[in-house]
């Protein structure tokens, strides 16, 4: 439930979310940041920890996950961010001119303003169609991957055969006891270079095959596999599976709040404003002639979010607050 009204609730948890977090309390804004994954992120965090980034400033390349941990360390300089994790918004309502309502699926939080930094909207990932998947999951059935040595010394199954299944494979190899990689197809999806490195690596690769079954009391402990040309099946031992299939991205409940939506993107103007005065939008989830998504742009967008958002709630605050080496932190 909510803790009294704070200047400003940040909607999304991903990069764009977490910097304006921390330039919102540059500008001594209360804020709380509400993210419905269970890690702050967004899709660096859930998708690719391990990947390197090459196109963020000042950085000639970053892991996604050192990105997040050094954004969650600058957020740390202001003790009045609160963060609520594994909640979805469910609804943004406008009470009153600098009152809004954000009720989530735990509880209603009311705020001055508001800044939606939703990345590409909700996304899910793309499940196995099983009936015993679902007692399996947060367990040692995996959609997604942010530690790679809990896979340490393990028997790990991967499924899919787009970047992200090649690419864990090919980290998980030198950790795990055994990495086996099934596809659907005889080819793989991902990049020509990961697939080169992939056949060349020690990573068992069965195609094309799919996953008929699991079997296990508690966990997982073996899976059957079907050859999908000739129907052999084969069962194997295994200590963990992920499986990489893809997600689904939506703007979910957003597309339900009143604002002026293009083409699946929040329309805002050149100060982060949506079709609603008070609320902002910054980041991905962001559309306007030019826009490029990228996170270097998020980054420039959220201090603009920041700065107009706290012109809305005061009109007579400062537009600019001036260079960060000259504020006190």
């Given amino acids: ?20 977090s921390f330039y919102g309390g540059m500008r001594q804004a209360s804020v709380k940041l509400i993210e419905s994954m269970p890690q702050l992120g967004g899709q660096l965090a859930a998708l690719y920890p391990e990947k390197y980034i090459y196109d963020v400033a000042g950085f000639p390349k970053v892991t996604a996950q050192e ?6 360390e600058q957020m740390k300089h202001f003790s009045d961010i609160q963060i609520c994790l ?5 609804s943004v309502e406008k009470k009153d001119e600098r009152l809004f309502e954000v009720t989530t699926d735990k509880g209603v939080h009311q705020s001055k303003a508001v800044i939606i930094t939703g990345g590409v909207g909700a996304f899910e990932p793309r499940r196995l169609e099983l009936p015993e998947a679902v007692k399996y999951e947060k367990k040692n059935l995996h959609y997604f991957v942010s530690d790679l ?6 028997r790990v199954l991967i499924s899919g055969g787009g970047d992200s299944a090649v690419d864990w494979a090919l980290m998980l190899e030198p950790i795990a006891e055994q990495v ?8 793989f999806r991902a990049h020509e270079h990961s697939v080169e490195n992939l056949m060349n690596s020690k990573v068992n690769i069965v195609t094309p095959t799919e996953i008929k079954a699991l079997h296990g009391e508690d966990t997982i402990t073996q899976v059957t596999l079907a050859d999908i040309k000739s129907g052999v099946e084969t ?8 499986v990489n299939f893809g997600f689904v991205s939506s703007l979910g409940p957003i597309a339900e709040w009143g604002l002026e939506i293009d083409n699946g993107s929040i329309v805002v103007d050149s100060r982060m404003e949506t079709s609603i005065p008070g609320i902002f939008a910054a980041g991905d989830i962001t559309t306007y002639p030019g ?38 932190r």
């Fill in 67 to 72: 990105l997040v941990n050094n954004l969650d």
């Fill in 235 to 242: 069962v194997i031992d295994v200590d963990a599976v992920i």
């Fill in 86 to 90: 594994e909640e979805k918004v469910l």
């Fill in 180 to 187: 086996t990689l099934i596809h659907r197809r005889d080819k």
């Fill in 1 to 20: 439930m909510s803790s009294g009204i704070v200047d400003i609730i940040i909607v999304g948890g991903g990069p764009a979310g977490m910097f304006a």
């Fill in 291 to 328: 826009k490029l998504k990228l996170i270097a742009v998020g980054f420039g967008e959220a201090p603009t979010a920041i700065n107009n958002a706290k012109v809305y709630i005061d009109p007579t605050a400062k537009l600019s607050p001036g260079h960060s080496s000259n504020m006190k």
């Fill in 149 to 154: 040595n809990r896979f340490k010394g393990q």
